[in-house]
């Protein structure tokens, strides 16, 4: 089954000049898998990563998520979208700096609203403790170390069990010891076969331990 | 539209970056209180002091006035004659008319029936010459039946010295302003000349001193019975050449002056046309004070909009991930929105408890003057609706400066920022 369907997707910067940045890309990926975007920077990666992550709409084609389609979607349908089937780890961890480990963790599942506080808090500790940070659960995020917020960001795109999970460059600001760690957990939850992860990456030795490359060159897929 | 839910979690959000920027939010709080107290101290002072000025006047005129004018003759007696002809008259006079209303007494007794009616008196009201040595001053001579006259002005708390009561037992005699006895040197006790208009000249003994607090009247005004004024007049007792009266309602007066102008034939007017440029006074000054104190909640106003500014330029990362993780333009709106108000309400209350604290400490300062004889601290104004007008403005104000900032929030291009 394919969880993601990218049609004859065309992308063009208009600032500072018109740029054609990802032209005629066409794939599709199957769910339970990890893939893997590659490519040089400037080759559209990320751009192709914001568009499937729902944020950027700006773009000609289909892109389908679950069978949804995502072109002509309303803002607030795509944020309540966004809200309960895709996950983010972003490159500079990203959490919000005044808030606690747990707060940071649990606020999707609190707009998402489905579920009461005290669930909500349970599941959020169960997350931290299976990437094994537990202890830093009340600590303010901002009082965090780099690899620790990132697991934090990790366990906060877990939240609410999303079939998608979006990296962009999630390993990008971490030292080998902690982009292992990582990578592992990211393995350990695809291969539970549930939920699916695209990941933005120009490390090699990652994209080759991913069930599937796409690799992008000038704005085509390869 | 947002659910309660959303709104609570965006409600939560505010109340975090309020408590990681306390200093910046009390400073932005405390300019609102400042604005708001400033406003309530400066609505209670002005208006008190009007308030105050309003009612010693108002004490001190009739709501209604009934009276008598010479009037120009709109024909000439050749008109009449010849009403075919072009007549022109050069200099015409006015007629000879007595100041006198007409039946008086009948419609004094007929106007106290009346259900609106608070008090009515009758008067004679007569130019004098006041003389005493060689001083001679020119002045009014108010010939009063008193208990109808105290009833309608508070005669009695006017007195300085002396009595009104005996001015009915002894005869030829005045209770005079204070202001006009000091201009002529005399004291309780002292006889003087009295000179009136058709050259009569009268000895009368002032029997007490009055004092209103309005220099018009205390330096040329003295109060003698009707009779005594109806004899120096060479008049009979029906004889009377002004109605005043008080309503329940003042604002009645202009309606109830129509009626009895056409049921009686006589001129009048009331309170609204007598006191025209006070009350426009009251306005102008009413607006001064609104108009300043906007402006001071302008520029409390101005802070909250900067703070938020800085706020949402500072939180432009956090407001990315809120959009990544789901969050819709409206709930990162209502973050901010919600600080500003947050930062309204609680300004207003303490600008509020403020304000009337600087009002009561004013109120209490003792003030002491010559005019305003019946003040003894300063009038200060205590009323609700500057307090319910104040809380509106603080909120009015915030909700602005929070409106525009939290707009921008909204329209955060989450991509523009995540990608760095």
């Given at each position: 089954?394919?969880?993601?369907?990218?049609?004859?997707?065309?992308?063009?910067?208009?600032?500072?000049?018109?740029?054609?940045?990802?032209?005629?890309?066409?794939?599709?990926?199957?769910?339970?898998?990890?893939?893997?975007?590659?490519?040089?920077?400037?080759?559209?990666?990320?751009t192709?990563?914001?568009?499937?992550?729902?944020?950027?709409?700006?773009?000609?084609?289909?892109?389908?998520?679950?069978?949804?389609?995502?072109?002509g979607?309303?803002?607030r349908?795509?944020?309540?979208?966004?809200n309960?089937?895709i996950?983010?780890?972003?490159?500079?961890?990203?959490?919000?700096?005044?808030?606690?480990s747990?707060?940071n963790?649990?606020?999707?599942?609190?707009?998402?609203?489905?579920?009461?506080?005290?669930s909500?808090?349970?599941?959020?500790?169960?997350?931290l403790?299976?990437?094994?940070?537990?202890?830093?659960?009340?600590?303010?995020?901002?009082?965090?170390?780099g690899?620790?917020?990132?697991r934090?960001?990790?366990?906060?795109?877990?939240?609410?069990?999303?079939?998608?999970?979006?990296?962009?460059?999630?390993?990008?600001?971490?030292?080998?010891k902690?982009?292992?760690i990582a990578?592992?957990?990211?393995?350990?939850?695809?291969?539970?076969?549930?939920?699916?992860m695209?990941?933005?990456t120009?490390?090699?030795?990652?994209?080759?331990?991913?069930?599937?490359?796409?690799?992008?060159?000038?704005?085509?897929?390869? | 539209?947002?659910?309660?839910?959303?709104?609570k979690?965006?409600?939560?959000?505010?109340?975090?970056?309020?408590?990681s920027k306390?200093?910046?939010?009390?400073?932005?709080?405390?300019?609102v209180?400042?604005?708001?107290?400033?406003?309530i101290?400066?609505?209670?002072?002005?208006?008190?002091?009007?308030?105050y000025?309003m009612?010693i006047?108002?004490e001190?005129?009739?709501?209604?006035?009934?009276?008598?004018?010479?009037?120009?003759?709109e024909?000439?007696?050749?008109?009449?004659?010849y009403?075919?002809?072009k007549?022109e008259?050069?200099?015409?006079?006015?007629?000879?008319?007595?100041?006198?209303?007409?039946?008086?007494?009948?419609?004094?007794?007929?106007?106290?029936?009346?259900?609106?009616?608070?008090?009515?008196?009758?008067?004679?009201?007569?130019?004098?010459?006041?003389?005493?040595?060689?001083?001679?001053?020119?002045?009014?001579?108010?010939?009063?039946?008193?208990?109808?006259?105290?009833?309608?002005?508070?005669?009695?708390?006017?007195?300085?010295?002396g009595?009104?009561?005996?001015?009915?037992?002894?005869?030829?005699?005045?209770?005079?302003?204070?202001?006009?006895?000091?201009?002529?040197?005399?004291?309780?006790?002292d006889?003087?000349?009295l000179?009136?208009?058709?050259?009569?000249?009268?000895?009368?003994?002032?029997?007490?001193?009055?004092?209103?607090g309005?220099t018009?009247?205390?330096r040329?005004q003295?109060?003698?019975?009707?009779?005594?004024?109806?004899?120096?007049?060479?008049?009979?007792?029906?004889y009377?050449?002004?109605?005043?009266?008080?309503?329940?309602?003042?604002?009645?007066?202009?309606?109830?002056l129509?009626?009895?102008?056409?049921?009686?034939?006589?001129?009048?007017?009331?309170w609204?046309?007598?006191?025209?440029?006070?009350?426009?006074?009251?306005?102008?000054?009413?607006?001064?004070?609104?108009?300043?104190?906007i402006?001071i909640l302008?520029?409390?106003?101005?802070g909250?909009?900067?703070?938020?500014?800085?706020?949402?330029?500072?939180?432009?990362?956090?407001?990315?991930?809120?959009?990544?993780?789901g969050?819709?333009?409206t709930?990162?709106?209502?973050?901010?929105?919600?600080q500003?108000?947050?930062?309204?309400?609680?300004?207003?209350?303490f600008?509020?408890?403020?304000g009337?604290?600087i009002?009561?400490?004013?109120?209490?300062?003792?003030?002491?003057?010559?005019?305003?004889?019946?003040l003894?601290?300063?009038?200060?104004s205590?009323e609700?609706?500057?307090?319910?007008?104040?809380?509106?403005?603080?909120?009015?104000?915030t909700?602005?400066?929070?409106?525009?900032?939290?707009r921008?929030?909204?329209?955060?291009?989450?991509?523009?920022?995540?990608?760095?």
């Open positions: 089954m394919n969880i993601l369907e990218v049609n004859n997707v065309d992308k063009y910067f208009l600032e500072p000049s018109r740029f054609h940045v990802l032209k005629d890309i066409t794939f599709a990926i199957k769910k339970g898998k990890l893939v893997t975007i590659t490519g040089k920077s400037g080759s559209g990666k990320s192709l990563l914001y568009l499937l992550s729902t944020m950027d709409t700006e773009f000609s084609g289909s892109i389908r998520v679950d069978g949804e389609e995502l072109k979607k309303s803002n349908w795509l944020s309540n979208f966004r309960e089937h996950g983010f780890v972003f490159q500079f961890h990203y959490l919000l700096p005044e808030f606690t747990l707060h963790v649990m606020l999707p599942a609190l707009k998402r609203g489905t579920h009461d506080k005290e909500i808090e349970e599941k959020a500790y169960g997350l403790k299976m990437l094994d940070i537990e202890d830093q659960a009340v600590k303010r995020s901002s009082l965090l170390s690899g620790q917020q990132q934090v960001a990790i366990a906060r795109s877990l939240i609410n069990d999303p079939l998608l999970i979006m990296c962009d460059e999630p390993t990008g600001n971490l030292d080998s902690n982009t292992q990578f592992g957990i990211f393995r350990e939850i695809i291969d539970k076969g549930e939920q699916t695209i990941m933005v120009h490390d090699e030795d990652l994209a080759d331990r991913s069930d599937e490359i796409i690799h992008l060159e000038d704005g085509r897929v390869v | 539209m947002a659910t309660l839910k959303d709104v979690l965006s409600v939560s959000i505010a109340m975090v970056h309020i408590r306390l200093r910046q939010t009390i400073v932005a709080t405390v300019g209180a400042f604005g708001i107290a400033v406003f101290f400066m609505v209670s002072f002005i208006m008190g002091t009007n308030n000025m009612d006047t108002f001190h005129s009739p709501h209604l006035r009934l009276y008598n004018e010479p009037t120009i003759a024909t000439t007696i050749l008109d009449r004659k009403p075919d002809w007549n008259v050069h200099n015409v006079r006015p007629r000879d008319v007595q100041l006198n209303l007409k039946d008086a007494r009948q419609a004094i007794q007929e106007i106290s029936q009346l259900q609106e009616v608070d008090a009515v008196a009758g008067s004679v009201k007569s130019q004098v010459f006041y003389r005493y040595g060689s001083n001679a001053i020119n002045g009014l001579v108010n010939g009063i039946d008193f208990d109808n006259e105290n009833r309608l002005f508070n005669l009695e708390e006017k007195l300085v010295e009595s009104f009561r005996e001015m009915n037992t002894i005869p030829n005699s005045l209770v005079m302003g204070e202001g006009l006895a000091n201009r002529l040197n005399l004291s309780v006790g006889r003087l000349n000179t009136t208009e058709a050259g009569g000249t009268f000895s009368i003994v002032v029997i007490g001193l009055f004092k209103t309005l018009d009247i205390d040329q003295s109060y003698a019975s009707l009779a005594t004024v109806q004899r120096f007049l060479g008049v009979p007792a029906s009377i050449t002004d109605i005043q009266a008080k309503l329940h309602d003042m604002d009645l007066a202009p309606q109830m129509n009626k009895w102008k056409k049921r009686f034939g006589y001129q009048g007017s009331d609204k046309e007598d006191h025209s440029t006070l009350l426009e006074g009251e306005a102008l000054r009413s607006m001064i004070v609104y108009g300043v104190a402006t302008l520029v409390a106003g101005f909250i909009f900067n703070i938020l500014t800085m706020m949402i330029y500072e939180k432009m990362k956090d407001i990315a991930i809120l959009k990544a993780m969050f819709s333009d709930d990162v709106r209502y973050v901010f929105l919600f500003a108000l947050l930062i309204g309400a609680f300004g207003s209350v600008g509020l408890i403020f009337f604290l009002a009561y400490a004013i109120s209490t300062m003792p003030f002491e003057s010559d005019v305003m004889v019946t003894d601290h300063l009038p200060v205590f609700t609706v500057y307090y319910i007008a104040g809380f509106t403005f603080g909120l009015i104000t909700f602005l400066a929070g409106y525009f900032p939290s921008k929030a909204a329209k955060v291009d989450p991509i523009s920022i995540l990608r760095g």
